[in-house]
């Protein structure tokens, strides 16, 4: 009896072991040849599944979004304006392990986006999802009166979206200087100065 190949699996393999290249050695040095050694599998099998490095590093990018995506799906998320506000912006922002590689490389691939239009595109999308995000969490805030009536609301979106992602670049690119508790704190501050 043939085995049965889960391939959605197998690609989450792939991923794993770009995003572990990538981490090691930036994203030049994710070929083809290098992500098959870190997975343990030929090259051939890698290019089974993607039949160029380009095609690869797309995968791996998108598959950040999905991993975001899904951390900002959990259910258990606190009831209170305030509370909620800060847990979604703190589930993407690398305040624990798996949120921190997805930033690393992130922060990695801002290098693509400047030169590979597809590579730039999925990140235009993803921006415009955490400047929506931030849009929201500042519309639940002002329904729920933690936001002065004066507040431009375009404007704070554009200021949280900013913090959100100097937030991000910081605490992989100086991590000594915006561990998880100090992110916490700037997130804090920020939503208890728009009252």
């Given at each position: 009896?043939?085995?049965?190949?889960?391939?959605?699996?197998?690609?989450?393999e792939l991923v794993r072991a770009v995003?572990?290249?990538?981490?090691?050695?930036?994203?030049?040095?994710a070929s083809v040849r290098a992500v098959?050694?870190?997975?343990?599998?030929?090259?051939?099998?890698?290019?089974?599944?993607?039949?160029?490095?380009?095609?690869?590093?797309?995968?791996?990018?998108?598959?950040?979004?999905?991993?975001?995506?899904?951390?900002?799906?959990?259910?258990?998320?606190?009831?209170?304006?305030?509370?909620?506000?800060?847990?979604?912006?703190?589930?993407?922002?690398?305040?624990?392990?798996?949120?921190?590689?997805?930033?690393?490389?992130?922060?990695?691939?801002?290098?693509?986006?400047?030169?590979?239009?597809?590579?730039?595109?999925?990140?235009?999308?993803?921006?415009?999802?955490?400047?929506?995000?931030?849009?929201?969490?500042?519309?639940?805030?002002?329904?729920?009166?933690?936001?002065?009536?004066?507040?431009?609301?375009?404007?704070?979106?554009?200021?949280?979206?900013?913090?959100?992602?100097?937030?991000?670049?910081?605490?992989?690119?100086?991590?000594?200087?915006?561990?998880?508790?100090?992110?916490?704190?700037?997130?804090e501050y920020h939503l208890d100065h728009?009252?």
């Amino acid at each position: 009896m043939p085995k049965i190949v889960d391939h959605e699996e197998r690609r989450w393999e792939l991923v794993r072991a770009v995003w572990a290249v990538i981490r090691e050695r930036g994203v030049a040095g994710a070929s083809v040849r290098a992500v098959a050694r870190q997975a343990g599998w030929s090259p051939s099998s890698v290019q089974y599944y993607f039949s160029s490095q380009s095609q690869l590093l797309l995968f791996a990018l998108r598959a950040i979004s999905e991993a975001a995506e899904r951390r900002l799906l959990a259910a258990d998320l606190p009831g209170d304006p305030r509370g909620r506000a800060l847990a979604q912006l703190e589930r993407l922002l690398p305040t624990d392990p798996d949120a921190r590689v997805a930033t690393e490389i992130w922060v990695a691939f801002l290098s693509l986006v400047l030169v590979d239009d597809e590579a730039g595109e999925l990140n235009a999308g993803d921006t415009r999802a955490v400047a929506d995000l931030c849009r929201e969490v500042l519309d639940e805030l002002s329904a729920a009166g933690l936001v002065a009536e004066h507040r431009d609301l375009e404007l704070e979106t554009r200021l949280l979206h900013a913090l959100f992602d100097g937030i991000a670049l910081h605490s992989v690119t100086a991590p000594g200087l915006m561990p998880p508790d100090r992110i916490r704190q700037l997130l804090e501050y920020h939503l208890d100065h728009l009252r």
